[in-house]
T-cell receptor, first 110, second 112 residues
Framework: QKEVEQNSGPLSVPEGAIASLNCTYSDRGSQSFFWYRQYSGKSPELIMSIYSNGDKEDGRFTAQLNKASQYVSLLIRDSQPSDSATYLCAVNAGYSTLTFGKGTMLLVSP | EAQVTQNPRYLITVTGKKLTVTCSQNMNHEYMSWYRQDPGLGLRQIYYSMNVEVTDKGDVPEGYKVSRKEKRNFPLILESPSPNQTSLYFC???????????FGPGTRLTVL
C-alpha cells in the first residue's frame, strides 16, 4: 500500500514568517512529487512539482526533495494570510496515478 | 484557456435516483480520473482512465461507473445513489510526461 503522510496541523505562523510543510512517502519507486493548495470547498491547485533531489524555487515557494529519506517539503517565505489553506502532498509512482496525503492546514495570522 | 469542467457543481438528489456527473477537459490529456473527498479521509480515487475505452478501478469504486468514449469526456455515473455517497467529487486530467494533474471545480453531491 503506497502511503503519503502529512501532519494534519493546523500549522500556525505569523504573517511574514516562513511556513514549512513536510511530507513522507512509502514507495521508493516514486518519481514525481507535487504540492497542491486547496482552499476550503475549492479544488486542489497545483503550485509546485519536483522530480529530482534538491531544491526547486518558484517565487515565494521552495520545494525540497530527498529521495534517500523519502521526504519532500514545501517552504513558503513571507507567508501571507491569503496562503491560509490546506496543502496536499502528492506522489507519483506509476502511470499518471497520484497518491495524495491528507493535507496540512496552514493558518497565517495577520 | 486550458481547463477541466464539471457539471453540475451542486446536486441534491434522493436515494436510488440515477445520476451522471459530467467531466470534460480541453488539454488533450489521455489520463483522467475521479476522486471523492470527505473530511478526515482526504482525496480518494474512484476510477481512472488511461485512454479512450480504457478504464480501471481506483481505491473506492463501489457504487460508481464510468465510461470513456471520447478523449475529452469522462462521466461519472451513480446508478443507485445512497446517502454514503454524499461527498465532494473532483474530476482531474493529467499531462503525459510531467504527470501534472489538473482538477475540475468540484461537484458537491448530497444524497437524501
Amino acid at each position: 500500500q503506497k502511503e503519503v503522510e502529512q501532519n494534519s496541523g493546523p500549522l500556525s505562523v505569523p504573517e511574514g514568517a516562513i511556513a514549512s510543510l513536510n511530507c513522507t512517502y512509502s514507495d521508493r519507486g516514486s518519481q514525481s512529487f507535487f504540492w497542491y493548495r486547496q482552499y476550503s470547498g475549492k479544488s486542489p491547485e497545483l503550485i509546485m512539482s519536483i522530480y529530482s533531489n534538491g531544491d526547486k524555487e518558484d517565487g515565494r515557494f521552495t520545494a525540497q526533495l530527498n529521495k534517500a529519506s523519502q521526504y519532500v517539503s514545501l517552504l513558503i517565505r513571507d507567508s501571507q494570510p491569503s496562503d491560509s489553506a490546506t496543502y496536499l502532498c502528492a506522489v507519483n509512482a506509476g502511470y499518471s496515478t497520484l497518491t495524495f496525503g491528507k493535507g496540512t492546514m496552514l493558518l497565517v495570522s495577520p | 484557456e486550458a481547463q477541466v469542467t464539471q457539471n453540475p457543481r451542486y446536486l441534491i438528489t434522493v436515494t436510488g435516483k440515477k445520476l451522471t456527473v459530467t467531466c470534460s477537459q480541453n488539454m488533450n490529456h489521455e489520463y483522467m480520473s475521479w476522486y471523492r473527498q470527505d473530511p478526515g479521509l482526504g482525496l480518494r480515487q474512484i476510477y481512472y482512465s488511461m485512454n479512450v475505452e480504457v478504464t480501471d478501478k481506483g481505491d473506492v469504486p463501489e457504487g460508481y461507473k464510468v465510461s470513456r468514449k471520447e478523449k475529452r469526456n469522462f462521466p461519472l455515473i451513480l446508478e443507485s445513489p445512497s446517502p454514503n455517497q454524499t461527498s465532494l467529487y473532483f474530476c482531474a486530467s493529467t499531462s503525459t510526461g510531467p504527470n501534472e494533474q489538473f482538477f475540475g471545480p468540484g461537484t458537491r453531491l448530497t444524497v437524501l
